[in-house]
């Protein structure tokens, strides 16, 4: 399946004891994102310059325990996570998320993938 044709809607999204985030998808995908990662990848503006699009983020800024605390669906194309570290302003796109699946399967279809991109 093409990068592009991947659904992009999660049928359930957890939040496991140790931080990890984990989506099923409507095509019964299964996608885990380790917190820290998600955290340093976070799109707000206090993260990226809106204008050239550079991360801002010091990597080492973020805890090696972050976790989130709270998630909340934004509409019908994104998450906003409440880390751990009082951050909150971050709204994760699904098809962003889809597309950082680092799983086997998802790399050999469409390489690595470091920055959530537009």
Same mark, same amino acid.
Do not use: M, Q
């Given at each position: 399946m093409t ?5 992009t809607t #999660?049928?359930?999204m957890d939040v496991f004891?140790s931080?990890?985030i984990g989506? *099923? /998808?409507? @095509?019964g %995908? ?8 998600l ?8 993260c990226v310059?809106?204008?050239t ?6 990597p080492?800024s ?5 976790? #989130?605390r ?10 906003q996570f *409440? /880390?751990? @570290?009082? %951050?909150?302003?971050?709204i994760y796109?699904h098809?962003v ?10 790399r050999?279809?469409a390489g ?5 991109g537009?």
């Open positions: 990068e592009r044709a991947r659904p #999660p049928r359930r004891p931080g990890e989506i *099923v /998808w409507e @095509d %995908h299964e996608s885990f994102y380790a917190a820290r990662e955290r340093g990848l976070c799109p707000c503006a206090a310059d809106e204008v699009g550079r991360r801002i983020l010091d080492a973020v805890p090696e325990d972050v976790v #989130p709270l998630w909340n669906g934004v509409g019908h194309y994104g998450v *409440v /880390w751990s @570290d009082g %951050h909150s302003t971050g796109p098809a998320l889809r597309r950082l699946c680092s799983c086997e399967e998802c050999a279809s690595t993938r470091t920055e959530p537009p």
